[in-house]
């Protein structure tokens, strides 16, 4: 069975079995815990499965917000909030994209299709996870762009720093509850964490159970959905770079099709 149809069956067999949910005191309602407020260790029996099983310092991590890891990333950031000022008003900035260096390397063209408009504007870093994300969001300035739309890809670097996927989640809820202070209107179009590695392989079953958690948390929250149909990428090596991570234009333009088709809430 190639890694996209194994991915595949996990995810299924996590959903049917009841197994992915947050731990107990990790899903209060929608915005009641500020950013940066760490989610209680889970008590009690909980979940079998040590994936969904965090103790508060697998939680600290990617809910606290932090700077940047490079001066680079940290320059983008203040250029972004520059452009931010520069695109202050009303009806400017339509969609908003945010996420890591997949995001920053969209391909501007597919980015505007995937958006559907030209006032899209890239807030992606490279090498961003949840946390660092928290930590770019935090100034109150960003509230005054007023996009329509958010499309958020975020959480490969959290998997390749080894974070556990209840742990990632709770970074997921974090980033959320964060973009509905500031954007209280806009609609979230969600990406999941995509396949990486050779044939998908990188942490296979931890990537299906923390998307299977973000399907779960989506649900929930108003005006959200998430983009289906990228497990395909893990059985097509060249729609990647030759990490196994990024991807090649023709990667982008899956991306960009999975995007433009999600759900518009």
């Known amino acids: 069975m190639k890694a996209g149809k194994l991915v595949r069956a996990a995810a299924a067999m996590l ?44 939680l600290q991590v990617p809910t606290t917000p932090a700077p940047p890891t490079s001066a680079p990333a940290l320059k983008r950031h203040l ?28 391909p501007p063209d597919l980015l505007r299709q995937a958006a559907g408009t030209d006032r ?11 946390q660092h994300v928290l930590w770019r969001l935090q100034p109150a300035k960003w509230a005054m762009l007023q996009p329509r739309r958010v499309i958020l890809l975020l959480g ?44 998908g392989g990188f942490r296979a079953a931890d990537r299906a159970a923390f998307n299977a958690l973000f399907g ?13 149909g990228l497990e395909a990428l893990a059985d097509r090596p060249e729609d990647f770079v030759p990490d196994r991570l990024h991807l090649s234009r023709a990667g982008y333009e899956a991306l960009t099709a999975a995007v433009a088709a999600a759900p518009r809430p």
């Open 15 to 58: 959903v049917s079995a009841s197994a992915v949910v947050l731990p107990a005191g990790m899903a209060p309602a929608w915005g009641q815990r500020p950013v940066g407020a760490q989610p209680r260790a889970e008590t009690g029996p909980g979940p079998a499965d040590p994936r969904l099983r965090c103790m508060s310092y697998d």
């Open 79 to 106: 250029d972004l909030l520059a452009e931010a000022e520069r695109l202050r008003a009303p009806g400017a900035v339509e969609v908003v994209a945010i996420g890591d260096s997949i995001v920053q390397g969209w």
């Open 120 to 130: 899209v504007l890239n807030l992606g870093i490279g090498g961003d996870r949840f």
């Open 156 to 199: 490969t670097n959290n998997l390749g720093a080894g974070d556990k996927p209840c742990a990632m989640a709770a970074g997921a809820e974090a980033v959320l509850t964060r973009l509905r202070v500031l954007w209280p209107e806009a609609a979230i179009t969600a990406v999941p964490v995509m396949p990486r590695g050779e044939a």
């Open 216 to 228: 779960d948390m989506l649900a929930r929250i108003p005006h959200a959905a998430p983009v289906a």
